[in-house]
């Protein structure tokens, strides 16, 4: 079962009713309102904040982060889910990812999103990397069938144009490829790197599966 690592400040501040609670969130409650998505505290460190929650459901994916476990509380408190407004709101504009032949032997399948209107925090984009890294080890089998890349939008030239490329030409110090940093791809079966002109390039090593 997924273990996942939250800051209490973090978890706090999306949850209504822990709000400017002097001293915080008790603990007590906090392992109350981690039965509502069959969570167990597992650790807490007071002098960091941190606090290792185990999950119990592998069927929900989106509990496997500090907002996910936020969200499913705040459904209790509120008795209602909240609507996101941007799931049926038309885009301003769209944009397009132009793959190449060949990549169906290797990722049969890409999805592409833009995310806007959120600036990322230091605690923040710990749980982005941590999400992606246990959706990638859990539901990606070790990233041999899924692998995620977070990228900073404005560095992006569309269309991006999804491609195999060669090992040497993916190699750290090309300056015509930067290697993902936040998605610690290093040590997996295939790195995955996103060019400044917009391509998103899958190098081939020993032992990659297609999907």
């Known amino acids: 079962m997924p273990t996942i690592t939250v800051f209490k400040t973090d978890l706090e501040s999306l949850l209504e009713r822990a709000k400017g609670a002097r001293g915080g969130m008790p603990i007590a409650q906090l392992e109350e309102w981690l039965m509502l998505v069959k969570g167990e505290l597992k650790g807490h460190n007071a002098d960091t904040g941190e606090l290792r929650i185990e999950l119990q459901d592998s069927n929900r994916p989106d509990l496997w982060c500090c907002e996910g476990i936020a969200r499913q509380i705040r459904i209790k408190q509120q008795g209602r889910l909240q609507p996101y407004s941007f799931f049926t709101k038309k885009p301003k504009s769209v944009q397009s990812v132009i793959v190449k032949p060949g990549m169906d032997q290797v990722r049969p399948y890409v999805a592409a999103c833009m995310a806007k209107g959120y600036r990322v925090t230091e605690q923040g984009l710990a749980q982005l990397i941590q999400t992606q890294e246990k959706l990638a080890d859990i539901f990606g089998h070790k990233r041999k069938t899924v692998s995620i890349g977070i990228y900073q ?59």
């Open 153 to 211: 939008l404005p560095k992006i030239t569309f269309p991006v144009t999804y491609e195999l490329v060669k090992p040497e030409e993916a190699a750290a110090g090309n300056p015509a490829f930067g290697s993902c940093d936040p998605c610690r791809h290093r040590s997996s079966p295939c790195r995955h790197f996103l060019s400044l002109n917009g391509t998103i390039g899958f190098s081939r090593r020993t032992g990659l599966k297609p999907a």
